[in-house]
């Protein structure tokens, strides 16, 4: 999911480079959209494994 997010945040680097506004915006939207989606996992991941109380690192 972060290996997703950081493509689409290259992509829009690029396209904001070589002129396309449009293409840049939507790729950057994806991007932001897809590194939320990754901390929401992320945190949930974390909270399901304190309330097992398995070790958190």
Do not use: C, H, N
């Not at 904001?16 to 994806?30: D, E």
């Amino acid at each position: 999911m972060l290996g997703w997010a950081l493509a689409f945040f290259i992509l829009a680097l690029v396209a904001g480079y070589l002129g396309f506004v449009g293409l840049a915006g939507i790729a950057a939207s994806i991007a932001k959209i897809l590194f939320l989606i990754f901390l929401a996992l992320l945190v949930i991941s974390f909270v399901v494994r304190a309330v097992r109380g398995q070790d958190v690192t």
